[in-house]
């Protein structure tokens, strides 16, 4: 059996960020040995990586298909603008064109770390791309449209597709009864676009653009009576159920205590501020949810609001959050979200997360920096 003993100036070992580690790793990818070594130099056959050792990483939001989207969305469009400028160039593309742009970014990703990716998607374009990677992909076919009336043809494809269900998109986009069969028929985790934007707490107020463009549309909403968009996830999931809210930058204070005193299950909030720097410039209130004690991992959306899918990109948008601490938002707490954390999510005997090493960062100061890039090593 071939052996790697594979060490770096810093290891994430659990929530801690040590010095002098040796991992070793057995050819099925396996974590066999940890050990500290007082002086690297004298380890036989040690590989070293400068930079920080870190497991594979999870991207707990994201949408492969509209990979073939980048570039093609102005920056700064705001809420609504972002999504009618979607409507208006998804179709411009040809399958092949779809297919390069998706596969391109599924090595990209596998090959900057990530392990595990919680995947959006309307179609099964993509399907093929994902059950061939060596990203261990769930995917959810997501409910859209306040004209939608059914659920059965995303039913019927997820039966088609291991680790897959259905999803509704947001608490805008699906009319009541749509809303609640959706996550009644989910038999995985349900993920949940969630107070990205002003508009979508203005909807339920009868203000905002996003109202004002239903209005212009003749589209009408029969959920407004929830108040708010929080209340409406609450009072339409089974509080057994685990749930991915994405995005969350205007929750409140008021909103978290809501959720979790309504759901037992596990509440993670998946937040990609690369995509709201890229569409409206919110962040997401990180302090609010780390004095909330609220369970905070990463995504990366879509290429059609990103430049990157990185979640180093998006972990480098965060402030005033140790490194250690950022780096478990990418890592074991999206393997918990998604119930993979016994054998992915951490550097730990026994499992086997893959290993990737960041390179570039500040090693004095333990922060990333603007050349700071992640690297596959297993």
């Known amino acids: 059996m071939t052996r790697r003993k594979i060490a770096s100036h810093y290891a994430l070992i659990g929530t ?29 056959s040690l590989e070293f990586f400068p930079g920080i050792l870190i497991p594979g990483m999870v991207n707990l939001h994201c949408h492969l298909e509209l990979s073939y989207l980048r570039g093609q969305i102005a920056e700064g469009t705001g809420f609504a603008g972002f999504a009618r400028s979607i409507g208006a160039v998804r179709n411009n593309f040809t399958t092949d064109e ?96 969630l107070l990205e934007s002003d508009d979508e707490s203005q909807l339920y107020e009868n203000g905002g653009s996003l109202a004002a463009w239903y209005e212009r549309m003749g589209w009408r909403c029969d959920f407004l009576h929830y108040g708010t968009p929080s209340r409406r996830v609450a009072e339409s999931i089974d509080p057994h159920r685990d749930v991915v809210l994405v995005h969350g930058c205007r929750a409140t204070e008021h909103d978290i205590a809501l959720l979790n005193a309504h759901f037992m299950g596990q509440v993670t909030w998946a937040l990609c501020p690369e995509s709201n720097r890229y569409i409206s ?71 086997h997360p893959g290993l990737v090493v960041i390179e570039g960062a500040d090693l004095h100061n333990l922060r990333l920096t603007e050349e700071s890039r992640s690297r596959r090593i297993i």
């Open 16 to 44: 801690e960020l040590r010095r002098n580690i040796v991992v070793e790793v057995d050819d099925s990818r396996t974590i066999i040995d940890i050990r500290e070594v007082e002086n690297l130099d004298s380890e036989p």
């Open 281 to 351: 410039g919110i962040k997401p209130p990180i302090e609010l949810f780390r004095e909330s004690k609220a369970n905070i991992a990463l995504g990366s959306d879509s290429l059609a609001s990103a430049r990157s899918l990185s979640l180093i990109d998006n972990m480098r948008l965060i402030d005033n959050v140790p490194l250690s601490e950022l780096l478990s938002y990418a890592t074991i707490n999206g393997a918990k979200a998604l119930g993979k954390e016994e054998y992915l999510g951490e550097i730990a005997i026994g499992k």
């Open 98 to 193: 779809r297919l390069r742009a998706a596969s391109a970014a599924d090595s990209t990703m596998w090959e900057e770390g990530i392990e595990a990716v919680l995947d959006i998607s309307n179609d099964e374009l993509t399907m093929g791309i994902k059950e061939r990677s060596r990203i261990e992909y769930t995917t959810l076919f997501e409910l859209f449209g306040l004209g939608c009336n059914s659920i059965e043809e995303h039913k019927s494809m997820a039966l088609r597709h291991a680790s897959s269900s259905i999803t509704p998109h947001s608490t805008y986009s699906l009319q009541d009864q749509i809303f609640r069969q959706a996550c009644t028929a989910n038999n995985s985790i349900i993920s949940i676009h």
